[in-house]
């Protein structure tokens, strides 16, 4: 395993759409930002838009991941969203600790639930979620990923999650998004060392679904957002919500849970599209209800 430090390089930011926050002196700060891909913008990329400081979660950044979250999850056109970042060489290096070396007990207690509005909100999309890492993510940048149904990397990223080194523990979801992807001695490792790793180990570990050459994550990402894209809305949500309540359950109540995805699915217009479609020797138009 290898520790890195993370380059202080930013990238040029680029235009706002949606979320803003404001900086220290009030004026107008496009934190992230929201495109939309295709002919009908069925992909929607969520873009970490704070490059001067490796997108650091700030309180205002936080807000604004809270907000974009929320206007996707509510908007049915979306078939898949693209979690990536403009910097070049970080995805997200966690918490402002700058930020939080300012803030008093009370300030952190009022702060914790904007924070967990951030990392819940891209945990808690309907749809599918692709995270696409270029550089570093540590602590909160790899929790945000984590919160995604899929992580794609590329050979040049780093990731971990060093809470402990610092005197707390990974709070965006970590201790169990990681421990449920990798295993509990698998994720107790990581976490208790507070190792920083390469994609490549990453991968082996299984934090990481695929790696790909350095600078192709956001490409890579998109091309297989595209393709989930393809498929029925409402079969994606459907797949997705009885994947993630039948997780930890045992069995029995897991086929259940199925079965009433599969009834919310099985009378909707998207099977009776497909089916017609697939008799047609056609391409779907989904009607996503």
């Known amino acids: 395993m290898t520790n890195s430090a993370a380059s202080t ?13 404001t900086t220290a002196d009030d004026s107008p700060r496009p934190l992230v930002r929201i495109e939309r891909h295709g002919a009908e913008g069925h992909v929607a990329e969520l ?15 936080a807000e604004a991941i809270g907000a974009a979250t929320a206007a996707l999850a ?19 290096v966690g918490a402002d600790l700058k930020e939080r070396n300012t803030m008093t007990d009370a300030d952190l207690m009022a702060q914790r639930p904007v924070a ?20 570093f993510a540590f602590g909160g940048g790899l929790e945000l990923a984590l ?32 421990a ?48 989930i894209a393809a498929n029925s809305p409402v079969g994606l949500r459907s797949a997705k919500r009885a994947m993630r309540l039948g997780l930890d359950v045992d069995l029995a109540s897991g086929l259940e849970i199925e079965d009433a995805c599969w009834r919310a699915t099985a009378f909707s217009g ?12 056609r391409a779907p138009r989904w009607p996503g209800r």
């Open 47 to 61: 873009v970490l838009d704070r490059p001067e400081a490796m997108n650091a979660v700030s309180t205002a950044m």
């Open 74 to 92: 509510a908007d049915p056109s979306v078939r898949c969203v693209v979690l990536t970042s403009s910097h070049q060489k970080a995805f997200c």
């Open 180 to 227: 449920r992807r990798i295993g509990w001695s698998r994720a107790a490792r990581l976490i208790f060392t507070a190792v920083k790793i390469p994609a490549t180990e990453a991968a082996a570990f299984g934090v990481i679904d695929e790696v790909v050459p350095a600078g192709t994550a956001r490409e890579r990402a998109l091309a297989l957002a595209t393709q």
């Open 9 to 21: 390089e930013t990238a040029p930011s680029t235009d706002p759409t949606e979320a803003q926050a």
């Open 116 to 135: 967990r509005a951030a990392y819940g909100g891209v945990l808690a999309l309907p749809m599918p979620a692709v995270a696409a890492i270029d550089g």
């Open 147 to 178: 919160s995604c149904d899929l992580v794609v990397a590329g050979d040049g990223a780093v990731v971990g999650l060093p809470e402990v080194s610092v005197g707390v523990i990974p709070g965006g979801g970590g201790t169990q998004l990681l």
């Open 270 to 281: 998207d099977r009776a599209e497909g089916v017609a479609a697939f008799a047609e020797k």
